[in-house]
């Protein structure tokens, strides 16, 4: 299953797997943003992982497309303005949707990172973090008009959040761009963390 930018809605994958955990856990790319998590989410979603009903369209920046599942980054988005009671019920319900599809999922919101402290409280991912050099990630904010300070500051805010809430957890590292170059040993790559974590591809 490929997903392209002009087709927002996708159906889930075929089950393809065999897992074996107590359930599902999400498979999740993340990194302070600009540094490849696009292209590895289009991977997984390749790889038969179910990665959102309802994705970002890609733009000039990303034409393949975001591979962001839009119900998470809306989520994300409210908690501001949500209870926290509510907030964790809203995130209950969609984690008990994807698990009871019984396949492998994920989902890619650069800006839960900043909420790891929250999403953590009811998950137990499987992470795929990307690094980049943070001269190039500003740069590319930069780049899409963010300014300098801002960019800067998401950096280092997403950064810290990562650095901080992720020890403990399943981690896969990979440094953008030269982990990125060949997709064929990279899908290998993530399939051998996979299987490592519990979870069997067929594709």
């Not at 137990?124 to 008009?145: Q, T």
Request: proline share 6%.
């Amino acid at each position: 299953m490929i997903w392209t930018p002009d087709k927002e809605i996708i159906t889930p994958p075929r089950q393809a797997f065999c897992y074996y955990g107590d359930y599902p856990r999400p498979i999740i790319p993340i990194g302070p943003g600009r540094c490849g998590t696009s292209f590895v989410a289009k991977c997984l979603s390749e790889m038969d992982i179910f990665m959102g009903y309802k994705l970002k369209k890609g733009d000039k920046w990303s034409p393949d497309g975001y591979y962001e599942d839009k119900e998470f980054l809306e989520l994300t988005a409210s908690y501001e303005h949500k209870s926290k009671e509510a907030w964790h019920e809203k995130l209950s319900r969609l984690i008990r949707q994807r698990r009871n599809l019984n396949i492998p999922w994920g989902f890619k919101d650069p800006a839960m990172c900043t909420l790891l402290q929250e999403y953590l409280k009811q998950l137990n991912p499987i992470f795929i973090r990307l690094r980049r050099d943070k001269e190039s990630c500003i740069a590319s904010f930069v780049k899409r008009g963010v300014n300098q300070p801002k960019a800067l500051n998401l950096y280092k805010d997403r950064e810290e959040a990562l650095d901080k809430y992720l020890k403990g957890h399943s981690i896969l590292r990979v440094t953008c761009p030269s982990g990125l170059k060949d997709k064929t040993e990279l899908k290998n790559l993530i399939r051998r963390y996979l299987l490592n974590c519990g979870i069997k591809l067929s594709n």
